[in-house]
């Protein structure tokens, strides 16, 4: 009997340590163990609706069109959002988009959702009077996605080396991010799914011919690819 007690014993303390092992071990990999199978899997992508729109400023929709006055460039192209915010989906353009570059004839903005980078964005022209010209918008509405990375870019790269079978010559740049991408971005064509991912590229230098280069995009949620495609050889 008390062998038996000391086998039951022994037995349960193992389990436990083999556990506690696992357990670092997904949390080295940025991946929280104690959410359920069914919740990762369920939140490793986002759903919504992606918007492209592309027009000249004084053909859009007519004379519905209210046109700001002129002013700060950065300033003329918010109102302009604002003023006519019943043709657009963005409920607040000063926090959702940002600018990311200006130029003489153009601003261009970087949309941003919960503080993340958005692969989508808008540029606005003006003339030569320094008038709204035309505009291009592309915005993704997105739902139910979370921006708290669960795996982490060290991770990352590993996941996209360990695709690649670890090659012994390998130069990663990266990874950036987390940003959110869509299947838009990855196949130019939309199914409303988004991706919190870290990106990354691989440079894989060959003993003979030129090196090869691939880019990843991990999901910096599960883990998994979400996209792969190999760029020109470089020469």
Known sequence: ???????????????VLVLAIADSQLNAMGINPRDSLKKQSKSACGTGKIYSIS?????????????PEKADPLEMAYRFFELNRGYFPMKNVRRELVMAEKE???????????????????????????????????????????????????????????????????????????????SQSFYGNGTGKFYLVWSLKVLILETEGPPSEWVYYVNALDGSIAHKRPERAVR
């Open 104 to 182: 003489a004839d153009r601003l261009k903005f970087k949309q941003v959702y919960k503080k993340v980078s958005v692969d989508a964005g808008a540029t606005v022209w003006f003339d030569s009077t320094g008038e709204l010209d035309r505009f291009e918008l592309t915005y993704y509405e997105i739902y139910r996605l979370s921006t708290i990375p669960r795996v982490n870019s060290a991770t990352a790269v590993r996941i996209a080396l360990k695709d690649l079978n670890f090659p012994p010559e390998a130069k990663v740049e990266g990874p950036e991010g987390p940003a959110i991408f869509s």
């Open 55 to 67: 027009e000249t400023i004084r053909y859009y929709h007519t004379s519905a069109v209210i046109i």
């Open 1 to 15: 009997m008390m062998r038996r007690l000391v086998f039951l014993l022994g037995l349960e303390i193992f389990l």
